[in-house]
């Protein structure tokens, strides 16, 4: 069994690469066609659709470049609540956020918004309600005040092209994904719950700066 589902998530990281490359070619056609289109409501539609196909692409190109390994990162000693503040802004999403202790932790700052946006995005799409952001030391906790996670993805993890529950919105299945692989590769963990009150939750768990840099504890 276990090699069956060895060999199924191979064929799966197989299939995702091949489609990605294979669709960028004639994408790129088709995103130079579009802008040359005269100028009215149906050129913006026929745009709006070619640049969402666009980011599927990009998104599908980035889940292969993870799943090869093929991901490095830029490591640096992070202030935690100001690179939280800045994630939250450049989503230009209404989020709640609570520092309960701010630290210093070890990570990448480009990776780590990829991550936060994911997460933050994902609840506003599929969550409901208001979105609260919480800091306390190292870790960072997401939730939203919808219908939770669904039971497959609490069990297993994201899944690529699997979406969530009907409650929680129709989408590809790939924003968790790509920010669990980011979490990996900062050397993160990124765990996925349902709040007692009710709503999902995601905690990423962040490496302190002292871990690798040597910082005296204070």
């Given at each position: 069994?276990?090699?069956?589902?060895?060999?199924?998530?191979?064929?799966?990281?197989?299939?995702?690469?091949?489609?990605?490359?294979?669709?960028?070619?004639?994408?790129?056609?088709?995103?130079?066609?579009?802008?040359?289109?005269?100028?009215?409501?149906?050129?913006?539609?026929?745009?709006?659709?070619?640049?969402?196909?666009?980011?599927?692409?990009?998104?599908?190109?980035?889940?292969?470049?993870?799943?090869?390994?093929?991901?490095?990162?830029?490591?640096?000693?992070?202030?935690?609540?100001?690179?939280?503040?800045?994630?939250?802004?450049l989503t230009g999403l209404d989020?709640?956020?609570?520092?309960?202790?701010?630290?210093?932790?070890?990570?990448?700052?480009?990776?780590?918004?990829?991550?936060?946006?994911?997460?933050?995005?994902?609840?506003?799409?599929?969550?409901?309600?208001?979105?609260?952001?919480?800091?306390?030391?190292?870790?960072?906790?997401?939730?939203?005040?919808?219908?939770?996670?669904?039971?497959?993805?609490?069990?297993?993890?994201?899944?690529?092209?699997?979406?969530?529950?009907?409650?929680?919105?129709?989408?590809?299945?790939?924003?968790?994904?790509?920010?669990?692989?980011?979490?990996?590769?900062?050397?993160?963990?990124?765990?996925?719950?349902?709040?007692?009150?009710?709503?999902?939750?995601?905690?990423?768990?962040?490496?302190?700066?002292?871990?690798?840099?040597?910082?005296?504890?204070?």
């Open positions: 069994m276990s090699r069956e589902l060895h060999r199924r998530l191979e064929d799966e990281q197989r299939f995702t690469a091949d489609v990605a490359h294979e669709l960028r070619t004639p994408l790129t056609g088709l995103v130079t066609a579009a802008e040359l289109l005269p100028p009215g409501r149906p050129t913006q539609l026929v745009q709006n659709r070619v640049q969402a196909l666009r980011a599927l692409v990009e998104d599908l190109l980035e889940v292969s470049r993870l799943d090869a390994d093929a991901e490095l990162p830029d490591l640096s000693a992070v202030p935690l609540e100001r690179a939280v503040r800045r994630t939250v802004t989020v709640a956020v609570e520092v309960a202790a701010d630290a210093s932790v070890r990570t990448d700052l480009r990776r780590l918004d990829r991550i936060l946006g994911n997460l933050l995005l994902n609840a506003d799409r599929h969550g409901g309600g208001a979105i609260h952001l919480r800091v306390d030391g190292h870790r960072i906790t997401v939730r939203d005040h919808g219908p939770g996670f669904p039971d497959e993805l609490l069990r297993d993890g994201p899944q690529r092209f699997r979406t969530s529950v009907r409650e929680r919105g129709k989408g590809h299945g790939l924003g968790l994904t790509i920010a669990q692989g980011h979490t990996r590769v900062i050397g993160a963990t990124l765990t996925f719950t349902n709040h007692p009150a009710g709503g999902a939750l995601a905690t990423l768990t962040l490496p302190p700066a002292d871990e690798e840099f040597g910082d005296e504890a204070p």
